[in-house]
């Protein structure tokens, strides 16, 4: 039972029979119990409501629970509930073991009471309750209660119902009312309305790039007693990122209406990362035919564009060396990444001439080493080459990594050149010969090598 009122309602005795009886044995009088709830056996749960103005001729003026002999399993909760001015004795009790609980209770004893009572009674004083009557807004007679009651304010609102018998909101002044009836002040019985608006907080495609802040824009309507300035959160501030995070406020008027609204909106304060490609490799002096290329991701509004790309043109490979170029990625909240991803201007290496590689070399042998470096337009032109070893030697060869030697240009055959000395005490076996050329900034350019065989 909740948010329920009981009243008017009794439960009366049968009479005995008499000496005139035509039976041998006459009948016995009759017992009775429970002038508004009788219960037998079972589960019995009363939340909120008023049991007032019952009768009995006997014990149990309003409530009674019974544990059958049979051994039935029986319980009764009560839960802010109101028991008072029954007629007869006990206004509630139990009987035969009944397993109770409860919180906040409102029974008035009688001089005469001598069963067990009800669980959990918080309140013996007179509920003072008004006659039943059609107390608005409700469209079911209601027992009302002033601010005087002793039902007023003392119910636990862990388990009370969010409304009362009529449809009117609790809490109104801070805590629930015991019973079925919600004390309200006047005849404002409408909560305040929110029109939220965002005060603060960028905002692209509903996503917002920075903590939002809302008005909550409480109002009561004409008529009405007006919000309680002191009892409203006016404004709310977000906190954290994510797709849904939700701000919640709640506003009284000053009748004690109570109002909750709610408003989701998305943040997102993280720049997407931008992850630059493998750095391409183009030929000096070409005209590239692909550019720059960057993965854009985001865990919260996405990004706008993945991959994003730069174009490299023939004016960006005119020069040998290492180079960037900036990439920026977006998410659709609206924040950005830059980063600069880079790409190589190498020569064009034509390959390792005879007589390297050949099948194998002596341990101590000497090793020649020919190759020829181009840019788009073909050989290395004189000067380009000799400007690769003088001043500063930028053509290097290797044996094994080591850097054994700068090399040589010959003008005839427009090859690079130098001979590698190995060693009688080399390994056995595989050993790997190595070109490095860089850039006049020092960056590594040209990077090839080629297997020979030691004996």
């Not at 939340?47 to 399993?73: H, K, M």
């Not at 920026?328 to 390959?351: H, I, Q």
Request: charged residues 15%; proline residues 5%.
């Amino acid at each position: 039972m909740i948010n329920s009122t009981f009243t008017g309602n009794y439960a009366v005795r049968g009479v005995a029979g008499t000496s005139g009886f035509t039976e041998e044995t006459p009948a016995a009088n009759g017992a009775d119990a429970g002038g508004a709830l009788f219960a037998v056996g079972g589960t019995l749960t009363v939340t909120n409501s008023t049991v007032a103005g019952n009768e009995s001729t006997g014990d149990g003026a309003g409530i009674v629970v019974y544990r059958p002999l049979s051994g039935e399993a029986t319980s009764f909760v009560l839960r802010n509930t109101i028991v008072a001015g029954n007629s007869g004795r006990d206004e509630c009790f139990v009987l035969g073991g009944v397993a109770t609980s409860g919180t906040n209770n409102l029974v008035t004893p009688h001089d005469t009471d001598v069963r067990d009572g009800c669980p959990t009674i918080t309140q013996t004083a007179d509920p003072q309750l008004g006659a039943l009557a059609l107390n608005a807004p409700g469209r079911t007679p209601t027992m009302a209660i002033g601010s005087t009651s002793s039902a007023y304010n003392t119910g636990n609102l862990a388990f009370a119902p969010t409304d009362d018998q009529r449809g009117v909101s609790r809490p109104r002044y801070g805590s629930a009312d015991i019973g079925a009836y919600e004390y309200v002040s006047g005849t404002d019985f409408s909560a305040p309305t929110s029109s939220p608006t965002i005060a603060s907080g960028s905002s692209l495609d509903g996503w917002n790039t920075t903590a939002v802040t809302i008005d909550w824009g409480w109002a009561d309507g004409a008529g009405s007693a007006g919000i309680d300035p002191d009892n409203c959160t006016l404004q709310s501030t977000s906190t954290g990122e994510g797709s849904a995070i939700v701000l919640t406020a709640t506003c009284a008027d000053l009748a004690g209406n109570v109002a909750t609204a709610t408003r989701t909106v998305k943040v997102d304060t993280t720049d997407p990362t931008v992850t630059c490609a493998t750095p391409p490799t183009y030929v000096l002096g070409s005209t590239p035919t692909s550019g720059l290329s960057a993965t854009v991701t985001d865990e919260l509004s996405g990004p706008v564009a993945s991959p994003v790309t730069a174009t490299v043109s023939a004016g960006d490979v005119t020069q040998a060396g290492a180079f960037t170029k900036p990439l920026t990625g977006e998410d659709v909240a609206g924040n950005d990444t830059t980063v600069d991803c880079g790409y190589l201007v190498a020569y064009d290496f034509r390959g390792f001439q005879q007589p390297i590689p050949q099948s194998s070399y002596k341990r101590g042998s000497t090793i020649p080493v020919r190759f020829q470096l181009a840019d788009a337009g073909g050989v290395l032109s004189d000067a380009a080459a000799a400007a690769l070893l003088s001043p500063t030697c930028r053509v290097s060869v290797t044996l094994d990594g080591q850097v054994k030697g700068c090399a040589k240009y010959n003008a005839t055959s427009d090859t690079f050149q130098f001979d590698v000395k190995t060693t009688k005490g080399m390994t056995v076996g595989t050993h790997t010969i190595g070109i490095l050329v860089t850039s006049a900034a020092g960056d590594v350019v040209n990077s090839n090598s080629t297997q020979v065989v030691l004996r």
